[in-house]
């Protein structure tokens, strides 16, 4: 089924602890997005990436990298994490950054940083 | 700095028809779009604007007026899978989405 894989669905992570969270997508696209979504805010760009090998800071990226070695695959890591890194994350991608392609998200990664 | 103004919250009888509204600030314009969320689930691409006018799809249609930086999402014969929150989204002069807070929409019978 084409679409995007996030893993894990959800996680209970330790302040202090390291974490990696997974998106895979099968469908081609170039451009790639992290987002975290919190009750009362809009979606909030975490980071980006146009094409594979290329990376953009969004709008909230402290404390979070990510990588795009290929085209399906694009990893958010915490290198150490606090508790207000407790969020719902989504990861997105659509062909281009350009014209009207809808973004498709992934089914997003509830985490609690205790 | 940019902004999107969404209403919080919407209710609205099955059967009838409802309007949700959008205004927006932001540096550059390069697109509108709406998005459906239910709860605790992943947003879904509804519909998209870059000019001025009426588009429809369905029991669904968004409306642009670039100069008033104003949008509307329009959905008529509600139903009540329509309860969700939607989210209006405007793409800035560096191809960026900025997010609105959402409108939380529900349905009564």
């Known amino acids: 089924i084409a679409g995007i894989t996030q893993a894990p669905t959800s996680q209970i992570l330790a302040a202090g602890r390291r974490m990696t969270l997974r998106c895979t997508q099968d469908m081609r696209h170039n451009a790639m997005y992290w987002y975290r979504q919190d009750l009362g805010l809009g979606l909030r760009l975490i980071h980006y990436s146009n094409t594979a090998g290329t990376t953009g800071k969004g709008e909230v990226p402290d404390g979070y990298s990510v990588s795009r070695a290929n085209t399906d695959d694009f990893p958010l890591t915490l290198a150490s994490a606090v508790p207000s890194q407790t969020s719902v994350y989504f990861c997105a991608s659509t062909p281009g950054s350009e014209g009207g392609y809808g973004y498709t998200f992934g089914s997003g990664t509830r985490l609690t940083v205790v | 700095g940019q902004n999107i103004d969404q209403p919080t919250e919407m209710t609205a009888t099955e059967g009838a028809i409802v309007q949700i509204n959008c205004t927006y600030q932001?540096?550059?314009?390069?697109?509108l779009f709406w998005y459906q969320q239910h709860a605790g689930e992943a947003p879904t691409f509804l519909s998209y604007?870059?000019l001025d006018g009426l588009e429809e799809k369905g029991r669904f249609s968004s409306f642009l007026s670039r100069s008033k930086g104003y949008s509307y999402l329009l959905l008529k014969e509600l139903q009540m899978k329509d309860s969700a929150s939607y989210l209006c989204?405007?793409?800035?002069?560096?191809?960026?989405?900025?997010w609105g807070a959402g409108t939380k929409l529900i349905i009564k019978p």
């Open positions: 932001t540096s550059g314009f390069n697109g």
């Open positions: 989204a405007v793409r800035d002069s560096n191809y960026q989405l900025i």
């Open positions: 604007n870059v």
